[in-house]
C-alpha cells in the first residue's frame, strides 16, 4: 500500500509544482490569507473531502476517514507569506507588491494538498482517520496555531507530523531530532529615557543615545555570563532609533529585539535578567525607562516515540540520501502548541537549491521543488505506517 502510494505521489509531482507555483505568484501575508484559504476549501471541496474553513481564523482543516479502524493522525502545514518584495527572477516571481512567500509555505501547502488527494483516493484501503490542517499566520505571533487549537483542530487526534522545507540542509536529507528542535521567540522593547539638549552643552544632559550604547553593550553579557554554557540562547538588539538634529543631545531612544532558548528555565532567567541589566544601567546612569517583554512562540519540542519514528519510517522513503539527527534551529515555530497538546515530532526536508541558496526570509529565497515530493512520501510513511505502533 505504501508503495502504491509514493508511486502516486509521484505521478502527481506536476500538481505539486503547479500549486505551489500559483500560491508564489499570489501571495498573502499573516492574518490576511482569505484567498489562500479559499484556494484550499475549494480544492478539498472539488474532491469530496469533508472541509471546515475559519478554523480559529483563517484556518482550514480537512478529514479523510479511512476504510479500516485506526488512529487519527494529524499533518499540518502552514500558508502565510512574508511582507517581503520577491527579489527573485523566475516566471513564478510573486505578483504581489511587498509579499512573497520566502520561507516555504507556499510548497508546504502544496505537499499536503496533493498528499491529501491521494489518501482520498486510498481511503478505503487505508486504516484510521487523518486530519490536514492548513494553519494560517505563522509568521506572526500571536500566530494561527494556538486559535486553531481551540476551536477544535486537534480534537480527537492522537498524533500529529509535520515538516519544513529547508533551503540550507542538502536535498534528499530528512532531518529530526528528539526534544527541542527549534527554539522559543521571545521579543522585548525598552525605551531609555534620558535628558536632551543642546549638543554643544552635553554636560547639561542624560545622553540617550550614550546610555543605551551602554544598554546594548550589558546586554551581550547575559548569555556569555548568565546562561549555562551548555545550554544555547539568543539575546539580539534588533533596532537602535534616535533620530534627532545633528546638534541636539538625544532625549530618548527605542530600542528592540528578540530572545531565542530551547527550555523554559533558561527563558525564564533571560527575562528576569533582561529587567535587572536594564533596570541597572538605568540606575547607574541616572535615567529612567520602559520595558516590555513579549513572550512568543514556546520551544517545538519533539517527543521520543515519534521522532524515532519518523527517523525510522523515513529510511524506507525512497529518492533520500539520508537520515540524520537534526541541529536545533534558532527560528521559532508555532507548531510547538500542538505538540505541547498531542505527541507528535517535527522534521526539516531538505531543499537547497542548485543554484545559489539564499536563507530562509530573503528576499531571493527560494528552494528545490522536487524536495516537496520527499516531504509528500515522508509524511505519508508516518501518516500510514504510525497505525503499526502501539
Given at each position: 500500500?505504501?508503495?502504491?502510494?509514493?508511486?502516486?505521489?509521484?505521478?502527481?509531482?506536476?500538481?505539486?509544482?503547479?500549486?505551489?507555483?500559483?500560491?508564489?505568484?499570489?501571495?498573502?501575508?499573516?492574518?490576511?490569507?482569505?484567498k489562500t484559504a479559499e484556494f484550499i476549501r475549494s480544492y478539498y471541496e472539488?474532491?469530496?473531502?469533508?472541509?471546515?474553513?475559519?478554523?480559529?481564523?483563517?484556518?482550514?482543516?480537512?478529514?479523510?476517514?479511512?476504510?479500516?479502524?485506526?488512529?487519527?493522525?494529524?499533518?499540518?502545514?502552514?500558508?502565510?507569506?512574508?511582507?517581503?518584495?520577491?527579489?527573485?527572477?523566475?516566471?513564478?516571481?510573486?505578483?504581489?507588491?511587498?509579499?512573497?512567500?520566502?520561507?516555504?509555505?507556499?510548497?508546504?501547502?502544496?505537499?499536503?494538498?496533493?498528499?491529501?488527494?491521494?489518501?482520498?483516493?486510498?481511503?478505503?484501503?487505508?486504516?484510521?482517520?487523518?486530519?490536514?490542517?492548513?494553519?494560517?499566520?505563522?509568521?506572526?505571533?500571536?500566530?494561527?496555531?494556538?486559535?486553531?487549537?481551540?476551536?477544535?483542530?486537534?480534537?480527537?487526534?492522537?498524533?500529529?507530523?509535520?515538516?519544513?522545507?529547508?533551503?540550507?540542509?542538502?536535498?534528499?536529507?530528512?532531518?529530526?531530532?528528539?526534544?527541542?528542535?527549534?527554539?522559543?521567540?521571545?521579543q522585548f522593547a525598552v525605551k531609555v529615557k534620558g535628558y536632551g539638549g543642546?549638543?554643544?552643552?552635553?554636560?547639561?544632559?542624560?545622553?540617550?543615545?550614550?546610555?543605551?550604547?551602554?544598554?546594548?553593550?550589558?546586554?551581550?553579557?547575559?548569555?556569555?555570563?548568565?546562561?549555562?554554557?551548555?545550554?544555547?540562547?539568543?539575546?539580539?538588539?534588533?533596532?537602535?532609533?534616535?533620530?534627532?538634529?545633528?546638534?541636539?543631545?538625544?532625549?530618548?531612544?527605542?530600542?528592540?529585539?528578540?530572545?531565542?532558548?530551547?527550555?523554559?528555565?533558561?527563558?525564564?532567567?533571560?527575562?528576569?535578567?533582561?529587567?535587572?541589566?536594564?533596570?541597572?544601567?538605568?540606575?547607574?546612569?541616572?535615567?529612567?525607562?520602559?520595558?516590555?517583554?513579549?513572550?512568543?512562540?514556546?520551544?517545538?519540542?519533539?517527543?521520543?516515540?515519534?521522532?524515532?519514528?519518523?527517523?525510522?519510517?523515513?529510511?524506507?522513503?525512497p529518492g533520500l540520501t539520508g537520515v540524520y539527527d537534526a541541529i536545533p534551529?534558532?527560528?521559532?515555530?508555532?507548531?510547538?502548541?500542538?505538540?505541547?497538546?498531542?505527541?507528535?515530532?517535527?522534521?526539516?526536508?531538505?531543499?537547497?537549491?542548485?543554484?545559489?541558496?539564499?536563507?530562509?526570509?530573503?528576499?531571493?529565497?527560494?528552494?528545490?521543488?522536487?524536495?516537496?515530493?520527499?516531504?509528500?512520501?515522508?509524511?505519508?510513511?508516518?501518516?500510514?505506517?504510525?497505525?503499526?505502533?502501539?
Amino acid at each position: 500500500m505504501l508503495q502504491k502510494l509514493f508511486a502516486a505521489l509521484e505521478e502527481s509531482y506536476p500538481e505539486m509544482v503547479e500549486i505551489r507555483r500559483y500560491l508564489h505568484q499570489n501571495p498573502e501575508p499573516s492574518f490576511m490569507e482569505t484567498k489562500t484559504a479559499e484556494f484550499i476549501r475549494s480544492y478539498y471541496e472539488e474532491l469530496g473531502i469533508e472541509v471546515r474553513s475559519g478554523v480559529g481564523g483563517n484556518g482550514v482543516v480537512a478529514t479523510i476517514h479511512g476504510g479500516k479502524p485506526g488512529k487519527t493522525v494529524a499533518l499540518r502545514a502552514d500558508f502565510d507569506a512574508l511582507p517581503i518584495q520577491d527579489q527573485k527572477d523566475v516566471p513564478y516571481k510573486s505578483t504581489v507588491p511587498n509579499a512573497t512567500h520566502a520561507c516555504g509555505h507556499d510548497g508546504h501547502t502544496a505537499t499536503l494538498l496533493v498528499l491529501a488527494k491521494r489518501l482520498n483516493e486510498m481511503r478505503q484501503s487505508l486504516p484510521g482517520i487523518y486530519v490536514m490542517i492548513h494553519q494560517h499566520a505563522e509568521e506572526l505571533a500571536p500566530g494561527g496555531a494556538k486559535p486553531m487549537i481551540e476551536a477544535g483542530a486537534l480534537d480527537g487526534v492522537d498524533v500529529i507530523f509535520g515538516t519544513h522545507l529547508w533551503s540550507t540542509i542538502p536535498y534528499g536529507r530528512i532531518e529530526t531530532r528528539v526534544g527541542p528542535i527549534m527554539a522559543a521567540a521571545d521579543q522585548f522593547a525598552v525605551k531609555v529615557k534620558g535628558y536632551g539638549g543642546h549638543g554643544a552643552y552635553p554636560h547639561q544632559t542624560k545622553d540617550a543615545i550614550v546610555i543605551a550604547s551602554q544598554l546594548v553593550t550589558n546586554l551581550q553579557q547575559l548569555v556569555s555570563r548568565r546562561v549555562d554554557p551548555l545550554e544555547s540562547a539568543v539575546v539580539t538588539v534588533a533596532s537602535f532609533v534616535a533620530e534627532n538634529p545633528f546638534n541636539i543631545i538625544a532625549d530618548e531612544v527605542a530600542l528592540t529585539g528578540t530572545v531565542r532558548s530551547f527550555t523554559e528555565s533558561t527563558r525564564a532567567l533571560l527575562e528576569k535578567e533582561l529587567e535587572r541589566v536594564i533596570e541597572g544601567t538605568s540606575l547607574a546612569t541616572d535615567s529612567s525607562h520602559e520595558f516590555e517583554f513579549i513572550r512568543g512562540y514556546p520551544a517545538v519540542v519533539n517527543h521520543e516515540k515519534e521522532a524515532l519514528f519518523v527517523q525510522e519510517v523515513a529510511r524506507e522513503v525512497p529518492g533520500l540520501t539520508g537520515v540524520y539527527d537534526a541541529i536545533p534551529q534558532m527560528g521559532g515555530e508555532d507548531f510547538a502548541y500542538f505538540l505541547e497538546e498531542v505527541p507528535g515530532a517535527f522534521f526539516f526536508t531538505g531543499a537547497m537549491p542548485d543554484g545559489d541558496v539564499y536563507p530562509h526570509h530573503h528576499p531571493k529565497f527560494d528552494f528545490k521543488e522536487e524536495a516537496m515530493l520527499n516531504a509528500a512520501r515522508t509524511l505519508a510513511a508516518a501518516a500510514v505506517r504510525v497505525h503499526e505502533v502501539n
